[in-house]
Structure formats: structure tokens, C-alpha cells
């Protein structure tokens, strides 16, 4: 009989520890939102529309918030732009004719939308989820970040071509082709064609 409670209060143990472990493991996964979908990095051309997407799976319980900031390369200090779906009364009024936050409130999407792209929107936008009164003495804080590139055009007159020698020219020559390009962002690549056939695999060097 004393193997035999010996045996059970082991088994009892056992299981009671596998109980707390489950539990614990279940309070944390509830406790702390989590991302669906991030921000990426972008390209986004000027007078054209960036779109960030942030999407929080909620805590069941307690109360959570999300908010987009974003900084300036070369600037201290981040700027706050919303709360919510809210845009802070500080932001500048030319980001709040242009800003705004949009997508399925019932999906946790808080997408930032960025209309009339401008040079000075090039700069590392942050989606972030606070939740300060879940359990006593639990602060959630989780953030993703992403940043915007400004595309721009190649400087004027570029790209800049060339063809050697450019006159009297003849069957079985060999013609030297140059194309330039300087400026613009990202950095522009040059694809030749002869007619409408791409010709990028004939061996061309690329520098």
C-alpha cells in the first residue's frame, strides 16, 4: 500500500505540474497581443499614396492601445500620428489633410494611409500596441517599424545615351552602346531592347 501511494502522489505531482505549466503558458499567450501584420518597407513616388499595414490580435482581456509614430532621419525625437484612429492634435495640419488610419476595426487593422506623397514623409513610420492594465504590474509594449523611401525621377536629360562610333557605320561592325543614368531613387537600372526584345542576356556588361 505505501508503494502504491507512493506511485500516485508521484503521477499526482506530475500532472500537477503539467496543469501549472499549461496554465502558465495560456495566461502569457492571452496576455500579450500579437502582430497578424506588420509594416514593410516601401517605395512610394512623389504626389503618389504610401500604405502601411499594422494588425493587432487583441488580449482578451484588459485594456490595449495602438499608435503610429515616425522619425526623421537626422531628427531627434519621434512625432506621434495617432492614437487609435485618432490622429494627435499635434500633428502638422499638412500630415493631417494626408494622413489617416483606415482598414477593419473589427479585424484590428490599423493600416496608415499616406495621400499626396511629399519629400518630407520620407522617414521610419512605427506601429505600436501598449496595454498598461491587463494583470497588476503587466505593461505590454510591441512595436514594428518600417521605413519610407521617396522614389524620384533621374536627374533632367537623363539617362544619357550614346552610340560609337555614331557614324559611318556598316554590316559586320562592332558599335560600342552607352547609357547613363544619374540621379533619381532608388538608383535607376537600364534595360536595352532591340525593337520591343529585351536584350539583357546578350552578354552586356553592366556597371
Avoid at 509594416?39 to 487583441?58: E, Q
Avoid at 489617416?100 to 484590428?108: D, F, L, W
Avoid at 554590316?171 to 552607352?178: D, E, G, K, R
Wanted: net charge positive.
Amino acid at each position: 500500500m505505501d508503494m502504491l501511494s507512493a506511485i500516485l502522489t508521484v503521477l499526482k505531482w506530475r500532472t500537477g505540474l503539467f496543469v501549472c505549466l499549461l496554465l502558465c503558458l495560456c495566461h502569457i499567450e492571452l496576455s500579450e497581443a500579437q502582430f497578424r501584420k506588420s509594416p514593410k518597407d516601401d517605395y512610394a513616388v512623389l504626389g503618389g499614396t504610401a500604405k502601411f499595414a499594422c494588425a493587432i490580435r487583441r488580449v482578451r482581456y484588459g485594456k490595449g492601445e495602438v499608435s503610429w509614430n515616425y522619425k526623421v532621419a537626422g531628427v531627434a525625437g519621434k512625432q506621434n500620428i495617432s492614437s487609435e484612429y485618432l490622429l494627435y492634435p499635434s500633428l502638422d495640419r499638412d500630415r493631417r489633410m494626408r494622413y489617416s488610419i483606415v482598414g477593419n476595426r473589427s479585424r484590428g487593422e490599423y493600416d496608415l494611409q499616406i495621400t499626396n506623397v511629399r519629400d518630407t514623409d520620407e522617414a521610419t513610420y512605427e506601429c505600436v500596441y501598449y496595454q498598461g492594465n491587463a494583470d497588476p504590474g503587466l505593461i505590454v509594449n510591441r512595436r514594428r517599424s518600417a521605413l519610407l523611401a521617396i522614389g524620384r525621377s533621374p536627374d533632367p536629360g537623363y539617362p544619357l545615351c550614346s552610340m560609337s562610333p555614331s557614324t559611318g557605320v556598316s554590316p559586320l561592325m562592332n558599335i560600342t552602346f552607352t547609357c547613363i543614368t544619374k540621379g533619381g531613387a532608388p538608383m535607376g537600372k537600364v534595360r536595352w531592347y532591340s525593337g520591343t526584345k529585351w536584350i539583357g542576356k546578350w552578354g552586356l556588361t553592366e556597371q
